[in-house]
């Protein structure tokens, strides 16, 4: 597997670790694949207002990332309170509901367009 990585990156593909913290992801795993960014699972997203074992482990992975000299990704943001929180713990990319449903390929392009045309009138 790690060949395989390895070979991927030099074809210039990135590696994510997708919903660390859950399923077959564990610490074990960073130290050994060459991962380019770290994603922390949606569940934790989710309930990490409601429980503070939830937030420390963000927070935990957060710091990992860094450690590790990889963009901490969340998935799964739906309100303004968890994008704060996660701007405040420094994570790098944030995603999910709270900016746009997923949108098809097609449509992307429009999408860009729309969301940059709003974002200008904000400011």
């Known amino acids: 597997l790690?060949?395989?990585?390895?070979?991927?990156?030099?074809?210039?593909?990135h590696i994510e670790m997708d919903?660390?913290?859950?399923?077959y992801s564990s610490l074990s795993m960073l130290t050994a694949l060459p991962?380019?960014?770290l994603k922390i699972?949606?569940?934790?997203?989710?309930?990490?207002e409601k429980d503070e074992k939830n937030k420390k482990m963000v927070e935990l992975?957060?710091?990992?990332?860094?450690?590790?000299?990889?963009?901490?990704?969340?998935e799964g943001v739906e309100t303004e309170s968890q994008l704060l929180t996660l701007r405040k713990?420094?994570?790098?990319v944030i995603q999910g509901y709270f900016f746009s449903k997923p949108?098809?390929?097609?449509?992307?392009?429009k999408f860009i367009v729309r969301e940059k045309a709003l974002w200008a009138k904000k400011k």
């Open 2 to 13: 790690i060949e395989v990585l390895e070979s991927m990156r030099s074809k210039g593909f």
């Open 19 to 23: 919903d660390f913290g859950t399923g």
């Open 35 to 37: 991962i380019d960014i």
């Open 41 to 48: 699972d949606m569940s934790f997203i989710r309930n990490m």
């Open 61 to 74: 992975i957060i710091d990992i990332a860094k450690f590790l000299k990889v963009p901490a990704v969340a």
């Open 89 to 92: 713990m420094g994570c790098d």
């Open 103 to 109: 949108v098809p390929p097609e449509e992307f392009a």
